[in-house]
Structure formats: C-alpha cells, structure tokens
C-alpha cells in the first residue's frame, strides 16, 4: 500500500514537472510570437496552466487522504500497544496478589 502511494504521487510529481516544462517553453513562443499565433501560443499557455493546478490540487487531496490514512494507523497501534499493556499490568497484579497471599505475618 505505502509503495503504491509512493508511485502515485511521483507518477503526479512528474506530470507536474513537466507541465511546468511546457509552459515555459510556450511562455517563450508567447513572447516571440505577434498576431494570432501570439494568441494561440497564449492560450495553450493558459490551457496548460490550469491543468498544472488541476494536478496540483489533486496531489494535494492525495497526500491529504494519504496523510489521513497514516494517522489512522497509527491511532491503531497505540490502541494496540494500550490494550496489550494492559493485559499485561492485569497479569502482573494477579501475580502480586499470589505472592502477597503466601506472605505470613505471624
């Protein structure tokens, strides 16, 4: 599960990466260009932007529900380690309670 995690959000890293790649070679042609290719090259720029956030957001949510999950398990091995912690101070008051029966006063 964690290395499917992993690959997930590298997979998303990267796609990101190289959107960033494609804007700035098309904000280059921006610049470069006049009249109607000026437009086009503007809005493919703009196009490919919005799919740059897209991605963004949705690797925020992953890494949040990523983040969630990780929490979750570790709440389950604290109650985990609580309750065998408390199986064993049960035992080891039942043993005192033994041991403090074979103990004679008189």
Known sequence: MLKQAENKSRELSEIISGL??????MYAKVKNAKGS?????KQRCIQLLKKKKMYE?????YMSHQNTLD????????????LEMGAV???????????????NMD
Do not use: P, R, W
Request: glycine share 2%; proline share 0%; net charge positive.
């Open 20 to 25: 960033e790649k494609e804007v700035a070679e």
């Open 71 to 82: 929490q979750m398990a570790f709440t389950k091995d604290n109650i985990k380690n609580t």
């Open 57 to 61: 957001q949705q690797l925020k949510q």
């Open 37 to 41: 290719s000026k437009e086009m090259y």
């Open 89 to 103: 101070m049960k035992q080891t008051v039942e043993q005192q309670k033994a041991l403090y029966g074979q103990i």
